[in-house]
């Protein structure tokens, strides 16, 4: 395996010894695990973004009806005020 050299602050590292002392392992495998895990994090949501951006869109509907059975105001509706007309 190939070794790699890292810097952080004392108490991030003294986190670090205190998990890895309460898995059984090294620190430098309990920083692989999680750099591992990290990875397949990011891997996993690159995927379901691919996926999702590759699905079709969904239908809008026309007309959604409010909770009370109202229509919505159309653009129109919302911009045909005096205020936006000046």
């Known amino acids: 395996m190939p070794n790699l050299t ?5 108490e991030t590292l003294r986190w670090a010894r205190i998990e890895a002392a309460k898995r ?3 620190v430098s495998k309990l920083v692989g ?7 397949k994090k990011s891997e996993e ?4 973004l691919a996926e ?3 699905s079709p869109p969904w239908p809008l509907p026309e007309e959604p009806p ?5 229509l919505w105001p159309t ?9 936006f007309k000046k």
């Open 33 to 39: 695990e999680l750099l591992a895990e990290q990875r």
């Open 24 to 26: 059984g392992i090294s």
């Open 6 to 10: 890292i810097t952080t602050d004392e």
């Open 45 to 48: 949501y690159q995927r379901a």
């Open 66 to 70: 409010r909770a009370d059975g109202r």
């Open 52 to 54: 999702y951006l590759a």
């Open 75 to 83: 653009r129109e509706e919302i911009y045909d005020r005096a205020i």
